[in-house]
């Protein structure tokens, strides 16, 4: 397949928020609890809320910028490109990667509504959760609804008011929600409790599903607090290791059949290994511990019912024949340090080379499509949208990498 | 290759120690100090030290078992295999697996003498540490030289004595040694620090690998309290995934570049991906973290540095290319629940048939002598250290799987 043909959704992408959020959607006598959007002293744009201060680190919004420029310090607005937090601008730089659809994380509240977990009033805290999510569903995805996959964010410490959120997302036509990767990890039950069953039921009443993103738990893997930031990034995926694992062995599967788990951020190349270890470790284990999977190996439950994605990873790829290449999904990573934008297809089309057309259209979207019901083809015919024809459709869109070292106010007014 | 044309080394199993072995190998002073066996009220099994009792369960001695007797409770000597603890019949053992060569590991002081550590006395936990290696080096594997690759423990809480005990060890032949896959989850300064340094140069001086097995770290990788049994073994070779990412990107293999580095038990099929990761991630990071690798690739550090091994891996077989197989070694993990024990030849051979042959003799054996400088055909002609030549030896030896629910003394006494 040529690099202009191929069609590309992306079901991770990363929103950072506007300062509106709120506005308009929280009844009245929380509107002034809501997180507020604030310019600090030092120019750096933060959310408070609960007594806390949110910041966005560079590391998280690099989209556009020069490598040399990647870090930890927190962000302004003027530093990251517009389609970090204006979808209009967002969907030009989708274009400008050839990309057609795209599923986008929340950032300010943590991927699984963090900051409103720790909030001490649950009604208030689901109060904002659900205005989160109507801006999300109205505002961001809701804009240009033929090219976004909605996802919206739980009420984490309550499995019946998220069941109740779940179903009210799906009548809006929301079918992906995010899910701690570890709720243990951040004080809930685990996923071998029956705690979560009302909102499993929700999610399969609904064809909803439960997206695990990389760093959901809300914990670092890290073997000691001197280990440098590269140390982070390649243990960051085992986190959905063990949420694999977790998935796997629990009940969950067997009491909701129907359920299927996304491991967002998780890569692939390292699941051939985990399937093979998995069976062999059921092998052995089965004749003693009780453990029951109706029948099946853990293989076979994973294959199944957990849907997985990659930025770029051509060990995943050429080792596809160990996995269910109907569950394999692209994601752009889309402003965070990881992305691949906007040179997505030329880096994607490197490890698809010697892959066939049909798995390709798998791959690329068709299994974005049907996990996520989403139906771009609706309303844009597929030769219209393609990366060759998205990109055409911007050829004068400003995609230069350029430093960003002059663009924050306060520097600015340092130097004068 | 035929089976019995396998010639198979193996880089790691496990030693149940017998009672005696600090017996006349202590100072006086320190005799009355020393762990003690001893047998329980139930008939268990125990070594008693530093106020503390340690059992030994019974998942670590279960070669010989049916499945369904493995599990966690504590066994006694007469429940095992003779050839956990007694190295006449571990010879025999490795014979009906048609192995040659082996590597042991001590089971209750810890992979790294772990109770040792613990110690207040350090001259006196010193000395226990120069028994323990003596015992090793001269009645387990001096017992049978041509048979076993010796293998020491270190004083890990000295970099200064643990380099002594190398170049003593080293002097008698022995040129491996356990080393915690992570120092600081037990207390002591990470790898990233440079306190480890003379324990490294001593390492590099006598061409001694330090060998970090799973479970070194005495961290188990667990999600929440209610996993099951399978979820621990599920992600028990995430510690050395760990390991080899701080191997990586701590300065030590800048600083000693001949150091060589064995992940014990950790598998192989994980590496390819996590090569192509850590590339990825070193790609995005040295334009401003400041890593520095000598203007080397983290896969190629790795790929010369790490010893890898595996008991039962076809997708890290298949996907060899991606790895050093110069530095690619197998063990049995004799006694322990994963072993392939006795029918290690034949499942070793579904995953060797379409490998060449010259690589199959570098992996079951070729790397091991090599790289712990182990030379059994000095003395054993290579016809007569084949699968069929050794087992052969070995056709009245007992290897029957056999139920021992009967063999526990306290049980035949509630019985009568």
Not at 113 to 120: A, D, E, K, L, N
Not at 267 to 290: A, C, K, M, N
Request: aromatic content about 10%; glycine content about 6%.
């Amino acid at each position: 397949m040529e690099i202009g043909d191929l069609v590309l959704v992306s079901v991770d992408d990363h929103v950072v928020e506007p300062p509106d959020v709120f506005e308009g959607r929280l009844p009245k006598k929380y509107v002034d609890a809501a997180p507020a959007f604030e310019v600090r002293a030092d120019g750096a744009s933060v959310w408070r809320y609960d007594d806390k201060e949110i910041v966005n680190v560079a590391l998280n919004a690099v989209a556009g910028r020069p490598k040399e420029e990647y870090g930890f310090e927190p962000t302004c607005m003027e530093e990251i490109r517009p389609g970090c937090y204006d979808v209009d601008a967002r969907v030009k730089d989708m274009e400008a990667a050839g990309v057609l659809g795209s599923m986008c994380f929340p950032s300010f509240t943590g991927y699984v509504g963090r900051i409103f977990v720790q909030r001490s009033d649950r009604d208030e805290a689901a109060a904002m959760v659900r205005a989160y999510n109507d801006w999300h569903l109205d505002a961001w995805a809701g804009a240009h609804p033929e090219r976004f996959i909605p996802l919206g964010i739980p009420m984490m410490w309550d499995p019946e008011a998220s069941a109740t959120e779940v179903r009210r997302l799906a009548e809006k036509g929301c079918h992906a929600v995010t899910f701690s990767s570890n709720p243990y990890a951040i004080g809930l039950p685990s996923l071998y409790s029956d705690f979560w069953d009302p909102f499993w039921a929700a999610c399969v009443e609904t064809a909803t599903v439960p997206c695990m993103h990389i760093g959901s738990s809300s914990t670092d893997v890290v073997s000691s607090p001197d280990a440098p930031a590269e140390s982070i990034y390649s243990l960051s995926p085992i986190n959905l290791i063990e949420a694999a694992t977790d998935v796997l062995w629990s009940p969950m599967l067997r009491k909701f059949p129907e359920l299927r788990i996304a491991l967002s951020e998780g890569g692939i190349g390292w699941i051939p290994y985990f399937l093979e270890r998995v069976d062999y470790i059921f092998d052995h284990t089965q004749h003693w511990s009780g453990m029951d999977l109706g029948g099946r190996l853990p293989s076979e439950v994973f294959n199944e019912h957990v849907i997985t994605c990659f930025i770029d990873d051509a060990v995943g790829l050429e080792n596809r024949h160990h996995m269910n290449v109907d569950n394999m999904t692209w994601e752009l990573d889309y402003p965070h340090a990881d992305t691949t934008w906007p040179a997505a297809p030329e880096t994607l089309a490197r490890t698809l080379a010697d892959i066939p057309d049909d798995e390709i259209d798998k791959i690329t979207h068709g299994n974005a499509m049907r996990h996520f019901q989403y139906d771009p083809f609706a309303t844009i015919p597929r030769e219209q949208a393609t990366v060759g024809a998205l990109r055409q459709r911007v050829v004068d869109w400003d995609i230069e990498i350029r430093s960003v070292a002059d663009l924050r106010p306060m520097a600015a007014a340092d130097r004068s």
